[in-house]
């Protein structure tokens, strides 16, 4: 039997081929990796080599895998670049150096600030809107030292992807992050509840922002990729998935920019993660639309998975979906039924990743995530 590396098994999942051995399976499991082995979630943050010494320890003790996906480490500095609100980071502010981080989803303007965005022009609104939760933005000694602090961390990851790689493990997107302008509008600027009031209220005003945000994601995207030399980005939505929005406001604001996102990316020749969390079941269809064999449909739990293959499964690469619940509250021949289950079902034929649900939850049980690891070896052979 031939045997394929990993990277060559993401690639063939992705361009929906099967490699004559396995299902790749690429967890998110960082924030999990650094509890199990003792190591603090303020330091996933902080120090790479830290984070990677967990992940390390963890696949010591519980097996292989083809890749990691989305990567905390050494992601504070562009986090909080990110979000106008300072997110939550373990070790800041008086957060304990163990808690988990989170943005945080107020309210940063008002809904007529909306035009002011493609007015003054994105990336000026969102650093005046930051410098007033950040003083030290307001100098260009403190704008420098965020600069230097960001450009040093993505260093460090650089340095980082290069060491799995010789060791034969794909990181999936890395700290490649960007958005959809609605989702980044949603989560950080406006707020869950005011974002759904927009939508009805000012839905044009909604439309000219997200036009003016464009620009922003796209070089955010593509800065980071050239960055860390990972040729796939991550883009996470959440806010305007069918268990929240309707389908003729779905058709109207949010698809069209994620088409557009993704299509500008697959352009470069980068494949879009598109992390799906929440329920976009009845969503599924409109995903047919987007460029064959070029994107990642990673979700969570919540869309029926099973009914993604049977719509999409000769469209897009399925990544997913053991469930976080699972992993922490069920047993281990659950976690080993399920994985059996998707991989003889969503992965027939190629075309699939095996991964968690979203991360892999900080405080699963730590046979649960054994038994993950070791069904992806024993029932993900072709």
């Given amino acids: 039997m031939a045997h394929g590396t990993s990277y060559e ?21 960082d924030m999990f990796a650094c509890r199990y082995a003792g190591v603090s979630q303020h330091d996933l943050f ?46 800041l502010n008086g957060v304990d150096e163990d808690a988990t981080w989170q ?14 965005i493609g007015e003054r022009g994105a990336i ?22 965020v600069g230097i602090g960001v450009a040093w961390d993505v260093l460090r990851v650089l340095k980082s992807v290069r060491t799995w790689r010789w ?56 800065a980071l990729v050239a960055a860390t030399g990972v040729k796939r980005v991550f883009l996470g939505g959440a806010r305007t998935s069918s268990g929240i929005i309707g389908p003729k406001q779905f058709e109207d604001i949010a698809l069209p920019e994620w088409r557009d996102m993704s299509e500008y990316f697959i352009s ?28 990642i449909l990673n979700l969570d ?6 009914k993604a293959k049977e719509i999409l499964g000769d469209h897009m690469c399925i990544m997913g979906d053991v469930p976080a619940t699972l992993l922490k509250l069920g047993e281990p021949d659950e976690v080993d039924d399920y994985c059996k289950r998707l991989m003889d079902e969503v992965g027939a034929g190629g075309g699939f990743i095996l991964g968690t649900g979203c991360a892999l939850p900080i405080d699963a049980r730590p046979e649960n995530v054994a038994a993950m690891f070791a069904a992806a070896q024993r029932y993900g052979k072709y």
């Fill in 9 to 29: 098994r993401i690639e063939a999942a992705v361009k929906l081929e099967k490699l004559p051995d396995r299902v790749p399976f690429v967890p998110l499991l």
């Fill in 46 to 91: 902080f120090s790479v080599r830290k984070a990677d010494q967990a992940v390390q320890k963890t696949l010591d003790d519980m097996g292989r895998i083809d890749g990691f996906s989305l990567s905390y480490a050494g992601l504070a500095s562009l986090l909080g670049l990110m979000a106008p609100a300072p997110p939550i980071i373990p070790g």
């Fill in 103 to 116: 943005f945080v989803e107020v309210s940063v303007m008002e809904p007529h600030e909306y035009r002011e």
């Fill in 124 to 145: 000026r609104w969102i650093l005046d809107k930051s410098k007033e939760s950040r003083p030290e933005l307001n100098t260009i000694p403190g704008l420098a030292k």
């Fill in 167 to 222: 060791k034969g493990i794909e990181p999936l997107v890395g700290i490649n992050i960007s958005f959809t302008p609605m989702e980044y509008i949603a989560i950080m600027l406006r707020s869950f509840n005011e974002f759904m009031l927009d939508l009805y209220r000012y839905p044009d005003d909604l439309k000219e922002a997200s036009k003016a945000l464009t620009p922003m994601w796209r070089l955010m995207g593509l």
């Fill in 268 to 295: 470069f020749g980068i494949t879009p993660l598109l992390h799906l969390d929440g329920d976009w079941t009845d969503f599924l269809p409109y995903f047919k639309d987007f460029p064959r064999g070029k994107c």
């Fill in 301 to 306: 739990g919540a869309t029926d998975i099973f």
